[in-house]
């Protein structure tokens, strides 16, 4: 039995001090917040989106991407699910994506919380971790009031999003101090500024489109789905998705471009376009432009394209030229908007970067620098998409983490 002591009560903190009680080890949680789990309370708008049926690589991105298939394997996926059924927790499935029974995130954190309790993990509350310290007999672990020892450690403070819920990347320092690095954290999930002459003007509009990101004019994904548009640029899940991308491409001073078609049903490039209207027009005579498309597109957003295209929308399309139409069809369908930014941490819901996954042991989640210091959740080089990934990865990365000790 060794004394653990598990640095942050959140999702993969709470998951780990499980595992680690139920392995008969004597298991300490220090946790800055006056509760566990704060942040698994604002999962999901409150419900908890904590896992999903389509577990494909793809969903999980780092910067070494070659070890992810050896983190997130089929059999941990199984374990995640198998814990929460041996917890009582029902999932309530919506097109794949698993929330409470109940819809209630309060439903996942007090289960867990309760169940460490249960099982004799104890909990200190209101305790910041400033300092570890290694030495021969293990580890001091230093808050403001209070000095612990450990034989062994997990590091599961989370990343820096949303710091309100006490993520303000200290974990990154306690780590560097015992000599790991760490990958420059940057905002993931999070919405995106751009430039634009009318944002003010489309401010509030959704629309459900196909939208592509270009790093340098080289193409690096394509994702689709509702955007809100707003004065600063573009929300919606599908646009939360690429911002890990754009992110770190702006980091590296790449020109980020998103291409939005605001069309996808109707035309998937500026010929087909071209076509669509020439039908259109065909079938309803005597309409100018921006009558073809009123039914089809929120009436605001035709008229602010339309602008943009240097044409009114009082012109009949059989008078436009083919240049005009060819600019017409790339403002519809091809829409450009470069991005200046990404919203700040404080916006979003995940960190791209971290801990490098080249200095953990994918079989135990154990540091390869430094002996009996484990690590769980978002500190770790790993971001998800929208969708129960991300906690997916806190729980897959915890319950490894949680067996401190098995491999020695
Ligand atoms: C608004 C919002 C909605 C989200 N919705 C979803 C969703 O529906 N599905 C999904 O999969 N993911 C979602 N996520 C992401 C998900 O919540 C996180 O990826 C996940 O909680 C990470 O777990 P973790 O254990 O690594 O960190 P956390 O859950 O953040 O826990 C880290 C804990 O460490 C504590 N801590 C930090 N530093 C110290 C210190 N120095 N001393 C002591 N304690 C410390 C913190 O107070 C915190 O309790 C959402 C995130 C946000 C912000």
Same mark, same amino acid.
């Given at each position: 039995m060794a004394r653990v002591i598990i640095i942050g009560g959140g999702a993969s903190g709470l998951v780990s001090a499980i595992i680690a009680r139920k392995k008969n080890h004597d298991v300490l949680i220090l946790e800055r917040?006056?509760?566990?789990?704060?942040?698994?309370?604002?999962?999901?708008? $409150?419900r908890c989106n904590y896992f999903n049926d389509d577990q494909n690589i793809k969903h999980y991105h780092s910067c070494d991407?070659?070890?992810?298939?050896?983190?997130?394997?089929?059999?941990?996926?199984?374990?995640?699910?198998?814990?929460?059924?041996?917890?009582?927790?029902?999932?309530?499935?919506?097109? +794949?994506?698993?929330?409470?029974?109940?819809?209630?995130?309060?439903s996942i954190q007090n289960t867990l919380v309760e169940e460490a309790k249960r099982l004799g993990v104890q909990i200190v509350y209101d305790t910041?971790?400033?300092?570890?310290?290694?030495?021969?007999?293990?580890?001091?672990?230093?808050?403001?009031?209070?000095?612990?020892?450990a034989d062994r450690v997990i590091l599961a403070t989370g990343g820096m999003a949303n710091p309100?819920?006490?993520?303000?990347?200290?974990?990154?320092?306690?780590?560097?101090?015992?000599?790991?690095?760490?990958?420059?954290?940057?905002?993931?999930?999070?919405?995106? =500024?751009?430039?634009?002459?009318?944002?003010?003007?489309?401010?509030?509009?959704?629309?459900?489109?196909?939208?592509?990101?270009?790093?340098?004019?080289?193409?690096?994904?394509?994702?689709? $789905?509702?955007?809100?548009?707003?004065?600063?640029?573009?929300?919606?899940?599908?646009?939360m998705q690429l911002s890990g991308f754009v992110a770190r491409g702006l980091d590296e001073g790449k020109r980020e471009q998103l291409v939005i078609n605001?069309?996808?049903?109707?035309?998937? =490039?500026?010929?087909?376009?071209?076509?669509?209207?020439?039908?259109?027009?065909?079938?309803?005579?005597?309409?100018?432009?921006?009558?073809?498309?009123?039914?089809?597109? =929120?009436?605001?957003?035709?008229?602010?394209?339309?602008?943009s295209a240097s044409l009114a929308g009082s012109i009949r399309w059989d008078q436009l030229t083919i240049r005009e139409k060819s600019i017409l069809a790339s403002c519809f369908v091809e829409f450009r908007l470069d991005v200046i930014s990404?919203?700040?941490?404080?916006?979003?819901?995940?960190?791209?970067?971290?801990?490098?996954?080249?200095?953990?042991?994918?079989?135990?989640?154990?540091?390869?620098?430094?002996?009996?210091?484990?690590?769980? +959740?978002e500190i770790l080089d790993v971001n998800g998409d929208c969708g129960g990934y991300n906690l997916t990865f806190a729980w897959i990365s915890g319950l490894v983490a949680g067996r401190v000790g098995e491999n020695a």
């Open positions: 917040n006056s509760i566990c789990g704060k942040k698994i309370l604002s999962t999901g708008n $409150g991407e070659d070890f992810l298939s050896r983190i997130i394997t089929d059999q941990r996926i199984e374990e995640v699910l198998t814990f929460f059924h041996q917890l009582g927790i029902i999932p309530k499935i919506k097109e +794949g994506y698993y929330y409470p029974y109940s819809n209630q995130a309060i910041f971790v400033s300092l570890i310290k290694k030495d021969l007999s293990g580890y001091i672990i230093e808050t403001v009031n209070e000095t612990f020892q309100k819920l006490g993520n303000d990347g200290k974990g990154y320092s306690l780590a560097e101090s015992l000599g790991h690095t760490v990958i420059k954290p940057l905002p993931a999930l999070v919405q995106l =500024n751009t430039t634009g002459r009318f944002l003010k003007e489309w401010s509030g509009i959704r629309a459900d489109v196909k939208i592509k990101l270009c790093q340098d004019d080289q193409f690096v994904q394509e994702e689709s $789905g509702e955007i809100l548009l707003t004065n600063y640029g573009v929300s919606g899940i599908c646009v605001f069309l996808p049903q109707f035309a998937s =490039n500026r010929q087909e376009f071209i076509q669509f209207m020439d039908d259109r027009n065909q079938l309803l005579s005597n309409r100018n432009i921006s009558q073809l498309l009123d039914s089809i597109l =929120n009436y605001k957003l035709v008229h602010v394209l339309i602008k990404t919203n700040s941490f404080q916006k979003a819901q995940v960190t791209s970067g971290g801990i490098p996954l080249s200095e953990i042991d994918m079989e135990t989640m154990e540091s390869k620098i430094v002996d009996d210091l484990y690590f769980a +959740g």
